[in-house]
């Protein structure tokens, strides 16, 4: 059986110190929630944050997340803007009711009562349109189309 080490107040532990650029040998000074929080270098005397030595830290893995989020909110961001530009000029109270037996056009405004407003883009032959919302781009269901 593999038996962890025990987190305590002066033992060694591995960390990553930047004044010595290097993961070096460090003694426990604080505990937090169960976690090494403190540590003070055994090579530098340095005191500071525990940073473990491990490629995925939860720090690493928080920058990641942060990272995506970042990217998908600028997706959105950009959906969006092309859906105020679409939306400029409309009329919401002109919008048609979306309705899965109706049949619609290209850039007819749509009414959805559970996405809200949005523009048509493409008709999908035979009876699918793509539509622009708010939060992104859906094909929906509607009539027969007929070209
Ligand atoms: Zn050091």
């Known amino acids: 059986m593999k038996s962890e080490k025990k987190i305590e107040a002066g033992n060694e532990v591995n960390s990553r110190c930047l004044k010595c650029k290097d993961v070096t040998n460090h003694t426990i000074v604080a505990i937090a ?56 000029g409309r009329d919401p109270s002109k919008a048609l009711v979306y309705s899965m037996t ?28 793509e539509v622009l919302f708010r939060e992104g781009s859906r094909l929906l269901v509607c009539g027969r189309l007929c070209r």
């Open 33 to 88: 929630d169960g976690k090494i929080a403190k540590v003070v270098c055994n090579v530098c005397g340095g005191r500071h944050n525990y940073r473990p030595d491990k490629p995925q830290t939860a720090a690493a893995a928080k920058r990641k997340t942060t990272r995506a989020a970042t990217i998908a909110s600028a997706k959105s961001a950009k959906i969006e803007a092309q859906y105020d530009d679409l939306l400029t």
């Open 102 to 129: 109706d049949i619609f056009k290209e850039d007819d405004l749509l009414n959805h009562p559970v996405f809200g407003l949005g523009i048509i883009t493409e008709t999908v032959m035979p009876n699918k349109i």
